[in-house]
C-alpha cells in the first residue's frame, strides 16, 4: 500500500518570505497523481496543486510551486511571498489507481504553517 | 466554493444511534469519495462511488454503508454508533475522466456521538 509522510508536523514563515513543505510516499507505481490540499481554521479542503508523475515540468500555480523528484519519491511545496491567508493545515496526497475507474487518495498527517505577520 | 455540498454541517447523536450524512457532487462529476477525518486517525478513504456502482473501498466499517443515486447523490449510513466515530465527515467529487482527476471536497459534516 502506498504511504504519505510529512515529516514537518509544524513549520512557520514571515509574512512575504518563501517556506517548502516537504513530502515524501511509497509506492511501486511508475504512473500516479500527486496533491497537496490546504485545511485552514474553516476546515474546508482546498485543492492548491497537482502533479502528473509521467511530466518531467514541475506545476506550478500562482505563488505555490512543486518540486517533483520522482527517483526521490519527493513531492515538496513551496509558498512564495507567504501571506497571513497562507496559514493552514496543509496535506500531501497520493492518488492510487486501482483499474477500473477506482481511485483513492492517501492521505499525509499534514503540517501545520503559520504565518508570522 | 468547490461546487460539493454536504448536509448537515453538523449532527450531534447518542451512542447506538444511526445517522446519515448526505453529498451533492459538483455538477457533471461521475464520482464522489466518502472520507473521515479524526484526531487520531488522520483523513482516511472511506468509500467510492462511479456513476451509481461502488468502486473502491477504503477502511470503512460494517457498520458504515453507503451509496449513489440515479441522480448521482450520495448518502454515507453510519449505525450503531460509537464515541470514536466523532468525526469529521468529507464528501469529494470528481470528474474521473480524461485529463480532469482532481477531486473536490464538500464542506464536511462534523458528528459528534455522546
Known amino acids: 500500500a502506498q504511504t504519505v509522510t510529512q515529516s514537518q508536523p509544524e513549520m512557520s514563515v514571515q509574512e512575504a518570505e518563501t517556506v517548502t513543505l516537504s513530502c515524501t510516499y511509497d509506492t511501486s507505481e511508475s504512473d500516479y497523481y500527486l496533491f497537496w490540499y490546504k485545511q485552514p481554521p474553516s476546515r474546508q479542503m482546498i485543492l492548491v496543486i497537482r502533479q502528473e508523475a509521467y511530466k518531467q515540468q514541475n506545476a506550478t500555480e500562482n505563488r505555490f510551486s512543486v518540486n517533483f523528484q520522482k527517483a526521490a519519491k519527493s513531492f515538496s511545496l513551496k509558498i512564495s511571498d507567504s501571506q497571513l491567508g497562507d496559514a493552514a493545515m496543509y496535506f500531501c496526497a497520493y492518488r492510487t489507481d486501482l483499474g477500473l475507474k477506482s481511485y483513492q487518495l492517501t492521505f499525509g498527517k499534514g503540517t501545520k504553517l503559520s504565518v508570522i505577520p | 466554493d468547490s461546487g460539493v455540498t454536504q448536509t448537515p454541517k453538523h449532527l450531534i447523536t447518542a451512542t447506538g444511534q444511526r445517522v446519515t450524512l448526505r453529498c451533492s457532487p459538483r455538477s457533471g462529476d461521475l464520482s464522489v469519495y466518502w472520507y473521515q477525518q479524526s484526531l487520531d486517525q488522520g483523513l482516511q478513504f472511506l468509500i467510492q462511488?462511479?456513476?451509481?456502482?461502488?468502486?473502491a473501498k477504503g477502511n470503512i466499517l460494517e457498520r458504515f454503508s453507503a451509496q449513489q443515486f440515479p441522480d448521482l447523490h450520495s448518502e454515507l449510513n453510519l449505525s450503531s454508533l460509537e464515541l470514536g466515530d466523532s468525526a469529521l465527515y468529507f464528501c469529494?467529487?470528481?470528474?474521473?475522466?480524461?485529463?480532469?482527476?482532481?477531486?473536490?471536497f464538500g464542506p464536511g459534516t462534523r458528528l459528534t456521538v455522546t
Open positions: 462511488y462511479y456513476n451509481g456502482e461502488e468502486r
Open positions: 469529494a467529487s470528481s470528474v474521473d475522466r480524461g485529463s480532469s482527476y482532481e477531486q473536490y
